[in-house]
């Protein structure tokens, strides 16, 4: 499997020397030097070899497998680290569009009425053919990118990517050209897809690529281009987080127009225009297309609206992208109007009898969990509260919906495996994951699924970067955990005033000093991460002599007390940076990268008219812009948005207003 034998190969590496160090020991047992094993630990010997010899290379091989069970305890812990914190941001995620949501609904029927009817608008063809029409996209006469030519053919294909390997973009005309072809194909296409191994007698299936075009290029590499005898199946999470979102999207589209019939793909929770206000697919476009970004976004609206949602293997192999739930139905699922969820976050609502709006909460949760759910080791089904969305199904639910539709397997992915993949549930469901060194260089393989008329999954394992697969062992999970607790530490400073309150409370008389079960009390609920804080106490605090922790000592990298100044305004908005920075993507509603008077004013409007305290006439909230234009240039970027609120703060803190 790809990178496994670097593991190996590291190992023997560590032993061999090891081993070589075992004849110095032996040598130096009679003089009774021995700088890697203790003096006691092998009995004195006149003899060189025999049993003296037998003895070190037991001691050393004992104290290899302990290295190797702390190395791998390190691991875990890092791995822990980072997942808890990509959830805790996708719970959090949740809560600020519900807290938008909740503005919406309480809001006049009027205004609920004129969004509703923007909902129904959007979801017809004519409605995106009309915002990400290419005719009125001129191509820049400098431009020395791709060209786009119909029908897409292989040569096409191999265009883009040795394009996009020089980091060139595909102009807008021809992205948005592209973009109306690919949902026209979607839209042709039911819920669930089916496909088979017996034309080309194996499927490959590839999981989560979130904006890894190195990734997918590794892929193409290694398991060939596609092709009618070369079928993949695609499921889900190819944009947010990555840089290479826009290349990997096209790639893909393209491949799914050049070969309709073997190249299919399923949609992931980041297939959503919500999660991509957060996770920086708008954040590319808007780099990429500056004022065209808002034009394209709807393109890519339009398609990911219409994705398929789950792809059958032979009549015996279920591939969605979360998982299922005890109530997945593919017959229900088949009949569910997709192309209305802009987002799974805020399903569509529909007028009863009563004139009110109401949501479909079983079509919904069936959306909701075929996306967003996850398996865990205990039986039943249970609300997925630590990502926010969607359910944790244990193997009994696997079972059951697996044989209620005569199924072998749920292959699925949205989750990030240290190996690329993770078998669980007695075998019968495989994750897989496609974004090598997703949360750092080092930190996880990549991997995808050959799947053959067996239906026995056959992974293959890979880097996509090279320099890391040179790392000893030591070194990449030392590079991997420094990362991680970077990361954590960030978090620590950007709650300093809220830790220091929770460790002081504990902390009566003063002194410093706090118990190891009050330090781990305080950072779960202040941080609200559910980390093993135990086993991460010596790296982030320093312990007294009796066993107490020093909890000032939690604040003492001074790089990091430096980046966020270590003030309590600064800290707060640091702390709220993600939440501010999804707040201005949402009153960005022409994805400029820039808020206008005008968004800045219906934002402000819609908030006062939630709120009955706040009271903003006409002049109040033009003063507001002027306040918040810094510049002057009549258009407020992110840097001011955020220098608004810390201005604010300020005032407030010093008792000013």
């Known amino acids: 499997m790809g990178c496994a034998s670097s593991n190996t190969s590291n190992d023997k590496e560590a032993l061999k020397k090891l081993n070589d160090l075992a004849e110095i020991n032996s040598a130096e047992t009679q003089s009774g030097q021995n700088p890697l094993i203790p003096q006691n630990s092998i009995t004195s010997s006149s003899k060189i070899g025999g049993v003296s010899q037998l003895?070190?290379?037991?001691?050393?091989?004992?104290?290899?497998?302990?290295?190797?069970?702390?190395?791998?305890?390190?691991?875990?812990c890092t791995w822990t680290i980072f997942q808890t914190m990509e959830y805790a941001s996708e719970n959090e995620q949740l809560k600020l569009y519900n807290?938008?949501?909740?503005?919406?609904?309480?809001?006049?029927?009027?205004?609920?009425?004129?969004q509703n009817e923007k909902n129904d608008q959007a979801e017809t063809s004519e409605y995106f053919s009309k915002l990400s029409n290419p005719d009125y996209v001129t191509i820049d006469p400098d431009y020395k990118g791709p060209d786009l030519v119909f029908p897409i053919d292989e040569n096409q294909i191999k265009i883009f990517i040795e394009a996009f390997k020089?980091?060139?973009?595909?102009?807008?005309?021809?992205?948005?050209?592209?973009?109306?072809?690919?949902?026209k194909h979607f839209m042709k296409i039911e819920n669930v897809q089916y496909t088979v191994t017996s034309i080309a007698g194996k499927v490959t299936v590839v999981g989560?690529?979130?904006?890894?075009?190195?990734?997918?290029l590794m892929i193409f590499f290694k398991n060939g281009l596609p092709s009618a005898d070369n079928p993949y199946v695609i499921n889900g999470d190819f944009v947010d987080r990555g840089p290479a979102?826009?290349?990997?999207?096209?790639?893909?589209?393209?491949?799914?127009?050049?070969?309709?019939?073997?190249?299919l793909l399923n949609r992931g929770n980041h297939e959503d225009v919500i999660m991509n206000k957060r996770y920086g697919f708008t954040t590319e476009l808007v780099k990429k297309y500056g004022l065209l970004a808002n034009r394209i976004s709807k393109g890519f609206e339009g398609v990911f609206r219409v994705l398929p949602l789950v792809t059958v293997v032979d009549n015996s192999v279920l591939i969605c992208h979360g998982g299922v739930s005890d109530i997945t139905d593919l017959n229900y699922i088949?009949?569910?109007p997709r192309h209305k969820y802009a987002s799974i976050l805020r399903p569509p609502t529909k007028i009863n009898d009563d004139g009110e709006d109401e949501i479909d909460l079983i079509e919904w949760r069936q959306m909701l969990d075929l996306l967003w759910s996850d398996p865990k080791a205990a039986v039943g089904c249970e609300p997925n509260t630590f990502r926010g969305g969607g359910t944790y199904f244990g193997p009994d639910i696997s079972k059951d919906i697996l044989d209620k539709h005569n199924f072998k397997l749920l292959i699925r992915s949205h989750e990030c495996k240290p190996d690329g993949y993770d078998v669980t549930h007695d075998g019968l469901v495989v994750t897989i994951f496609s974004a090598s060194n997703y949360y750092e260089a080092g930190s996880n393989l990549g991997a995808y699924i050959k799947l053959g008329p067996s239906h026995k999954p056959q992974f293959i394992q890979f880097s996509a970067t090279e320099n890391t697969k040179q790392l000893p062992l030591y070194s990449r999970v030392s590079k991997v955990e420094s990362s991680a607790l970077r990361d954590l530490r960030t978090q620590i400073f950007s709650n300093k005033g809220r830790l220091l309150d929770a460790f002081e409370s504990h902390d009566t008389e003063k002194t410093g000093l706090i118990t190891m079960m009050e330090w781990t009390e305080s950072m779960s609920s202040v941080l609200n991460l559910d980390l093993p804080w135990r086993t991460l106490r010596s790296k982030l605090v320093e312990v007294d002599d009796e066993g107490k922790i020093k909890y000032d000592s939690c604040f003492t990298d001074g790089t990091i007390e430096g980046s966020i100044a270590n003030k309590q305004v600064t800290e707060t908005i640091y702390r709220q940076r993600n939440i501010l920075e999804t707040i201005f993507r949402l009153l960005d509603t022409d994805n400029s990268g820039l808020l206008s008077r005008e968004e800045l004013r219906a934002g402000c409007e819609l908030l006062a008219k939630h709120n009955g305290s706040i009271s903003l006439s006409p002049d109040d909230l033009d003063n507001l812009v002027d306040t918040m234009d810094i510049n002057k240039d009549g258009e407020i970027n992110f840097n001011e948005f955020l220098e608004s609120f810390r201005m604010v703060d300020n005032k407030f803190s010093n008792g000013n207003i």
């Open 245 to 263: 979102s826009v290349e990997v999207s096209i790639l893909l589209f393209s491949l799914c127009l050049l070969y309709p019939n073997s190249f």
């Open 99 to 114: 807290f938008f949501n909740d503005i919406i609904s309480g809001l006049p029927d009027a205004f609920n009425a004129m």
């Open 55 to 76: 003895r070190a290379t037991l001691m050393i091989q004992r104290w290899f497998r302990r290295w190797r069970a702390e190395l791998e305890v390190r691991r875990r």
């Open 208 to 216: 989560d690529l979130h904006g890894s075009l190195d990734d997918l």
């Open 334 to 336: 088949n009949d569910i």
């Open 166 to 183: 020089e980091r060139q973009v595909l102009d807008a005309k021809h992205l948005l050209i592209l973009l109306a072809e690919a949902r």
